[in-house]
């Protein structure tokens, strides 16, 4: 499990290169020029890394890049705000990391969610079976 949270192809790296190395890690080989340049000696690694690493909260987050990883008993979040981009740039460069304790983190989606069930019962068949106490 830790393996899949903090994979071996981020060690070394910092929180800026392990964003990029998750960026190219989406892209084909043939769009390596549109890379951030100051980056290409990053490997490629494969698009599951990509996969395991990316999140979202549905259409809320759809104006940012934004990735994990766990290490320590903390996540970490990734992100890059693409909020007040022009139509025609790929990147901002406005860029958010952010460590938090995973226990913490746990519990607080924990509640959230309980609140919103608590709140709003027809969500009670929207929620995922997964238990974040019981992981």
């Given amino acids: 499990m830790q393996q899949m949270l903090f994979p071996k192809e981020f060690e070394g790296f910092s929180d800026r290169e392990i964003f990029e190395l998750l960026i ?14 100051d980056f290409l000696y990053l490997p490629k690694v494969d698009n599951s890394i990509w996969k395991n690493h ?16 766990v290490k320590n008993s903390k ?9 007040q981009t022009e139509d025609d740039v790929d990147r901002s460069y406005r860029f958010v990391f952010h460590s938090v304790d995973l226990e913490y983190f746990f519990r607080t989606i924990d509640e959230v969610t309980n609140y919103l069930i ?12 997964r238990d974040f106490n019981r992981r």
Avoid at 54 to 69: A, G, I, K, V
Avoid at 75 to 83: A, C, S, Y
Avoid at 118 to 129: G, R, Y
Wanted: charged share 30%; proline share 4%.
């Fill in 118 to 129: 608590d709140k709003f019962p027809l969500l009670k068949t929207q929620v995922s079976t």
């Fill in 75 to 83: 996540i970490t979040f990734l992100l890059e705000d693409m909020t």
């Fill in 24 to 37: 190219k890690a989406n892209q084909f080989e043939e769009f390596d020029e549109e890379f951030e340049p």
């Fill in 54 to 69: 990316r999140f979202e909260l549905y259409e809320t987050t759809d104006c940012y890049h934004s990735f994990f990883y």
